[in-house]
């Protein structure tokens, strides 16, 4: 027997493969926003197995982030130091169990990602990521 397919997932797998780089980056940050707003959730009620599972998964998310970066551009060293100051404030809101630093780190991603959405939007390339 094999598993019925799931047309949300379908659509999500045929976004990705359609989308520019600006446009994944973009998705990258939803994912790491999402996954940082369920962990806090979870630390608040807890639940301690799933904040970490959920910090963990937006550190990846992170670290995908930085290996999409061009260093051939300024922008991106600064990206990395942002990225690299994210890291460590979503492990010491793990470690502590304190969801302040990591809300500080949603606060920075979504401003990070309107612009990256301007930037898709506008159809402009990309200045700080691997094409």
């Known amino acids: 027997m094999y598993a019925k ?3 949300q997932e379908a659509y ?3 976004g990705i493969l359609t989308a520019n ?3 994944l980056i973009v998705m990258l940050y939803d994912g790491c926003i999402k996954q940082l707003k369920l962990g806090c959730i979870a630390v608040d009620g807890q639940n301690y197995e ?3 599972a959920c910090f963990q998964k ?3 998310i992170i670290m995908e982030l930085i290996t999409s970066l061009d260093f051939r551009y300024d922008l991106a060293h600064d990206l990395l130091r942002l990225y690299e100051f994210m890291i460590d404030q979503i492990i010491e ?3 502590k169990k304190d969801t302040q630093p990591v809300q500080a780190v949603v606060g ?3 401003e990070l990602r309107g612009a990256w959405a301007q930037v898709a939007k506008s ?3 990309s200045v700080a990521i691997a094409e």
């Open 93 to 95: 809101g793990n470690l």
């Open 58 to 60: 937006a550190q990846r």
């Open 123 to 125: 159809g402009a390339a």
């Open 12 to 14: 999500r797998q045929q």
């Open 50 to 52: 799933k904040s970490n």
């Open 5 to 7: 397919p799931n047309p």
């Open 21 to 23: 780089p600006t446009e």
């Open 108 to 110: 920075l991603l979504e």
